[in-house]
């Protein structure tokens, strides 16, 4: 049903080189309404660039991008944030000397008028995350798993309709790694927020994302459910490598 | 918005007003009046610095104030209150279009320009015969009512000014500041307009820093070119860094300590410039966090955590 709908961003022909290297190449990629879709790869697949790419940071060296529909190419990261594409960073997506009440009141001020209002999205978007008992912690002095998920706060207070989180299981525990499964799941199923996520640890993408799109050399390789992926020969050889290389 | 702890504001300046009623001695009235103006211009300087910037154009913006409330005063004939406010109102117009030009670049790179700005505007000054030249404009007086009641004015008009700066940085769109100094492209991400945030910020301290220097004129009656280099700048972080940077209060009394001791040093035959350079270098090495600093306990260090 989602399916037929407009896609929330589609690239096309996405391109952007470095100097000779060609970081990505041609890429056609689809997010659909109210789906997780996981993008990996081996390092220097290409992912952080189509990040930087989708969300404004970087310009492409030639192709398009739509957001909600618009044509995006060239914008800005700012016009393409208030469409309502969200994205965290890799390291240290927060800020370290504010509070975390601070940090997540960050994503409000732009969308929330009103500093009740701005308070009750902050008290709302602490709760979904667990963070409420730390709302006036100083955010660097926390353990890492939970900035991980005051970077999340910060982003998802803006009540974006697109949310892309870079890497953002990194270093955490297995209890933390599920918790912020559920956290996910929840900003989807009762936000109706879809998820981009670019993520390394193989066995939480298998389990959240819809669709897994994996790159390679900056280039599409596959796209599925997560078990067509598990089962695609391409994407066993991209991560394992040629059984004749050696 | 955080609280803003009005009735200590309201006690505070309820003190310092009593206490220049009290000040008949034309000398502890000049050292009051430039405490207060030099107060003003610390606290400008900070402003800029929550978002992690070292504004030293701060030094020029003083000067276009004072420049402004001269010419308007003694060329143009404005009343004294419209001539006061045009100093305030021009630094703030120039302010944006010196900011929306500069304000791209950070750190050092914007420091210099606000060092090349500062001297080239008061290369300006000394070239243009309309405004004295040189040897500056003369005769820029306050009122006759005011008579006896300059330090109180000055430190009420400073005072008000300081307590505008302080509800900013306790309002959301100080918060967006600190974000700007943490981690600025994290609040790009959330639809914040960086760029316009910081010409904003820029624009409110410059407006305190030109109201600064139009307090200067009506205090000394008198301006020159080079009542304005860099050096009211390298003062004005001298008050900040001895005061202490993360409290409002720091600056004041920074403003408050150097320019009383500096003042003594001043009858002990000049060497006023090495008495503030070495008050900076004692600073930094036995406080770094400032006279509050000590007060107040140390703030966490940034990089903790775990």
């Known amino acids: ?246 | 918005m955080d609280d803003v702890k009005l009735p200590y504001w309201i006690g505070g300046i309820a003190i310092a007003l009593a206490g220049t009623a009290l000040v008949r001695d034309a000398y502890i009235a000049s050292v009051v009046n430039l405490i207060a103006i030099g107060a003003l211009t610390a606290v400008s300087l900070r402003f800029v610095m929550l978002m992690g910037e070292l504004n030293f154009a701060t030094a020029a913006f003083v000067g276009i104030g004072a420049y402004t409330t001269g010419a308007t005063l003694t060329i143009l004939n404005w009343p004294f209150l419209l001539a006061l406010l045009a100093g305030g109102a021009m630094a703030g117009l120039v302010s944006i279009v010196f900011g929306y030009i500069t304000l791209r670049t950070k750190g050092p790179y914007f420091l210099l320009i606000g060092f090349a700005f500062t001297e080239a505007i008061r290369i300006l000054y000394s070239k243009s015969a309309a405004l004295g030249g040189t040897s500056g404009m003369v005769g820029i007086f306050p009122p006759m009512v005011l008579d006896g009641w300059m330090p109180t004015f000055i430190v009420a008009v400073a005072a008000l000014l300081i307590l505008a700066l302080y509800a900013l940085e306790r309002s959301d769109f100080g918060k967006i500041l600190t974000a700007i100094r943490d981690n600025e492209n994290v609040a790009r991400t959330v639809g914040l307009n960086i760029l316009l945030v910081k010409i904003a910020c820029f624009a409110a301290a410059s407006v305190a820093a030109g109201m600064a220097g139009s307090l200067h004129a009506f205090a000394n009656n008198v301006i020159s070119p080079g009542d304005f280099s860099f050096l009211v700048a390298a003062f004005a972080l001298a008050y900040v860094k001895v005061g202490g940077e993360g409290r409002i209060i720091g600056p004041l009394l920074g403003t408050g300590l150097l320019v009383v001791l500096g003042s003594y040093a001043l009858g002990l035959g000049g060497g006023e410039h090495i008495f503030y350079g070495a008050a900076i270098v004692v600073a930094v090495l036995l406080l770094p966090h400032g006279i509050t600093g000590l007060v107040g306990g140390k703030r966490p260090q940034a990089g903790g955590g775990h």
């Open chain 1, 1 to 246: 049903m989602l399916t037929e709908q407009q896609p929330l961003l589609r690239t096309k022909g996405l391109t952007r080189r470095f100097g000779g290297l060609l970081a990505v190449s041609d890429l056609d990629l689809e997010i659909r309404p109210g789906e997780i879709l996981g993008l990996i790869g081996p390092n220097g697949a290409g992912k952080s660039t189509t990040f930087n790419l989708i969300s404004g940071f970087y310009k492409p060296s030639a192709g398009e991008l739509f957001v909600f529909g618009e044509n995006c190419t060239g914008r800005s990261p700012l016009a393409i944030s208030r469409l309502g594409l969200v994205r965290t960073f890799q390291h240290g997506s927060l800020m370290r000397s504010m509070t975390v009440g601070d940090n997540i009141l960050l994503g409000t001020i732009h969308g929330v008028r009103g500093s009740a209002q701005r308070r009750a999205r902050v008290a709302e978007t602490a709760e979904m995350l667990g963070l409420t008992a730390y709302l006036a912690e100083e955010a660097g002095n926390l353990p890492h798993g939970l900035q991980r998920l005051v970077s999340i706060g910060i982003a998802f207070a803006a009540r974006p309709k697109l949310l892309c989180l870079d890497e953002p299981l990194t270093g955490l525990n297995q209890t933390e790694v599920a918790n912020t499964l559920v956290v996910l799941k929840r900003i989807r199923d009762e936000f109706g927020c879809s998820v981009l996520l670019v993520e390394h640890n193989m066995k939480a993408v298998m389990r959240v994302c819809d669709r897994i799109v994996v790159l390679h050399h900056g280039q599409h390789l596959a796209t599925g459910t997560p078990a067509e992926i598990r089962a695609d020969q391409k994407v066993i050889e991209a991560y394992l490598g040629h059984r004749h290389e050696h």
